[in-house]
C-alpha cells in the first residue's frame, strides 16, 4: 500500500569551501565520495518509497551546495528521484555554468535557488563567498538561456560593515535580475562559530538595526509589486505571473505543517506524528546504506499539543490566515484579545492572523499567543 507523504527532502553536503557563519551540514570537497553518496541516497529511497505517494507535490535539493555535486553523479540522482509538480535545486552561484543549467533542466529541475548572498564585494568577502556580484547575474542568464522561469535569489542582511544604503543597493540590484521569487534572510551567527569571535562586535551593532532593515525590505519589495507571503519570503504576484503561484511550494508544506520525507546525512523528516533526523556523520551513513540498513536516527514522537504549537508559530508566518479550529488547544485566549487591543492579530470567523504591523514584529507575537 502506497504512503501518503508528497514532500521529498534530498540533501546534498558538499561544499567547496564552509562559510564561517554557516552552521548547516556541510562536508567541503570529497569530490571521490560523491558516487557512493549518491548511492546511499537511493538505497535511503528505497528503504523509506513505501511512504511516499503515488505522485509527489514537491521535490528539494539542499545542501551544502548541491551544485557543487559532480555532474555525472548529479544527473544520475536526478533521472532516479520521483517526478513532481516542482522541483527545486539550491546552487551557489559560481557553479552555474551553461551546461549545469542544461543538465538541471534535462533532469526534470523545474525551480532554481540561487544563493546570491549579496551584491557587495566587500560584504561578500566578510561572508567568504567565491562568487561576486557578476557570477550571479552569470549564473541567472545562465538558466533564462536553458529556459527556467522560476528563478529564486537569497540575500542577507545584517552582515558586518553593511549599511542601509548597501541593503538598498543589494535589493535594487536583485530586482533588476527579475526573479520570480526573493527570499530575504536575517544573518544568523551562531555562537562559538570563527564568524562569531571575528565579528562579535560589529554583530552587536547590527543586531540593534535589525528591525528597520526588516522594514526596508518589506517597503521596497512589495512597492515593486512582489507578495510578502511568508515572514523572509516574496513572490511575484500572480497577476503579475500569468496566473501562477510562484511561492516556494516545498517550503509551504512545512509551513502549513505537512509530512515530508528527508534524505540524507541531517536531513529531518516528519512522517505521522514521528519527526526522524539523520546523524550528521557522513561515515555512518555510508556505512549503514552500503549494507542495507537504515541510517542512524535520532526519533522525536510529536503529541498532538507539540503539532498543535508549531502549526501556529509556522501558520502565522504566512500572509494568508490560519484555521482557528487547527489551533484553538495552543492559542492563550485572554493573550489573543489583548494583542487584537494592540492590533497585532485579527480573528476573522472561524480564522485568526496577524495584522500587518504584528508581522514585523514576528516571533515575539507568536510567543505570546502560546497557550
Not at 125 to 139: C, F, I, K
Not at 328 to 349: P, S
Request: with cysteine; hydrophobic share 45%; glycine share 8%.
Amino acid at each position: 500500500m502506497s504512503g501518503a507523504v508528497r514532500h521529498l527532502y534530498v540533501h546534498l553536503p558538499f561544499c567547496a569551501h564552509r562559510c564561517g557563519y554557516c552552521d548547516f551540514v556541510t562536508v567541503v570537497g570529497r569530490t571521490a565520495q560523491h558516487g557512493v553518496y549518491v548511492d546511499a541516497l537511493l538505497a535511503e529511497l528505497e528503504l523509506e518509497r513505501s511512504l511516499l505517494a503515488p505522485a509527489l507535490d514537491t521535490v528539494f535539493l539542499g545542501g551544502g551546495t548541491p551544485t557543487f555535486t559532480e555532474p555525472d553523479e548529479l544527473r544520475r540522482l536526478l533521472s532516479a528521484l520521483p517526478a513532481a509538480a516542482e522541483v527545486t535545486v539550491e546552487a551557489n552561484p559560481e557553479t552555474v555554468t551553461p551546461a549545469l543549467a542544461a543538465l538541471l533542466r534535462e533532469g526534470g529541475v523545474t525551480r532554481v535557488s540561487l544563493g546570491a548572498q549579496s551584491f557587495q564585494p566587500r560584504l561578500l568577502a566578510t561572508l567568504e563567498r567565491r562568487a561576486g556580484p557578476e557570477a550571479v547575474r552569470a549564473a541567472v542568464y545562465a538558466l533564462r538561456a536553458a529556459c527556467f522561469d522560476n528563478i529564486s535569489l537569497d540575500l542577507v542582511y545584517g552582515i558586518p560593515g553593511q549599511s542601509a544604503a548597501d541593503l538598498e543597493r543589494d535589493l535594487a540590484e536583485a530586482l533588476a535580475l527579475e526573479p520570480e521569487h526573493l527570499s530575504l534572510y536575517e544573518l544568523e551567527a551562531k555562537p562559538g562559530t570563527r564568524f562569531t569571535h571575528a565579528h562579535g562586535a560589529e554583530l552587536g551593532r547590527q543586531a540593534e538595526a535589525m528591525e528597520d532593515y526588516f522594514e526596508r525590505v518589506v517597503e521596497r519589495l512589495t512597492a515593486a509589486g512582489l507578495r510578502w507571503y511568508e515572514t523572509a519570503n516574496f513572490c511575484r504576484a500572480p497577476e503579475l505571473a500569468g496566473g501562477r503561484d510562484l511561492r516556494a511550494l516545498h517550503n509551504l508544506a512545512y509551513w502549513l505543517g505537512r509530512d515530508y520525507l528527508g534524505l540524507g546525512i541531517g536531513a529531518v523528516s516528519t512522517v505521522a506524528g514521528l519527526r526522524r533526523r539523520n546523524r550528521p556523520s557522513l561515515r555512518d551513513y555510508l556505512a549503514a546504506l552500503e549494507v542495507g540498513e537504515v541510517p542512524p536516527r535520532e526519533l522525536e514522537p510529536l503529541d498532538e499539543s507539540v503539532q498543535t504549537a508549531e502549526r501556529l508559530l509556522l501558520g502565522l508566518r504566512l500572509d494568508e490566515p490560519v484555521a482557528f479550529a487547527e489551533v484553538r488547544a495552543a492559542v492563550d485566549a485572554r493573550a489573543l484579545a489583548r494583542l487584537e487591543r494592540l492590533g497585532l492579530a485579527e480573528r476573522r470567523g472561524d480564522t485568526l492572523t496577524l495584522t500587518r504591523r504584528g508581522r514585523f514584529l514576528g516571533g515575539g507575537v507568536t510567543a505570546d499567543l502560546l497557550a
